[in-house]
Nanobody
């Protein structure tokens, strides 16, 4: 089982940037798909961005495409989410997650078996 800890959230104004980090421990996340999700108050957890298990492919929700960038440093066991041009509708708790299956494809909440505790991102207008 991998343990995940997010950091980097905060309160920013619309148009600003933030970078979230996700530190993994317990096992390497190499060869596992990794992703970011978010959950706004009263809404279901939604997909934001993800890596394929190899790290060679990335996937983004349409709502963040062109503004957010997912990256990972396997040597450091850390994944990042660079968020630019933030909008009030990006306000949510952001979670990082590790896929259930090695070498698998993971894009849905149910595909991920390990979750961090979340970090709050608030974007004011």
């Amino acid at each position: 089982q991998v343990q995940l800890v997010e950091s980097g959230g905060g309160l920013v104004q619309a148009g600003a940037s933030l970078t979230l980090s996700c530190a993994a421990s317990g096992r390497s996340f190499s060869n596992y798909p990794m992703g970011w999700f978010r959950q706004a108050p009263g809404k279901e957890r939604e997909f934001v961005a993800a890596f394929s298990w190899s790290g060679g492919s990335t996937y983004y929700a349409d709502s963040v495409k062109g503004r957010f960038t997912i990256s990972r440093d396997n040597a450091k066991g850390t994944m990042y989410l660079q968020m630019n041009s933030l909008k009030p509708e990006d306000t949510a708790v952001y979670y990082c997650a590790a896929g259930r299956l090695k070498y698998g494809l993971a894009l849905k909440v149910s595909d991920f078996g390990s979750w961090g505790q979340g970090t709050q991102v608030t974007v004011s207008s």
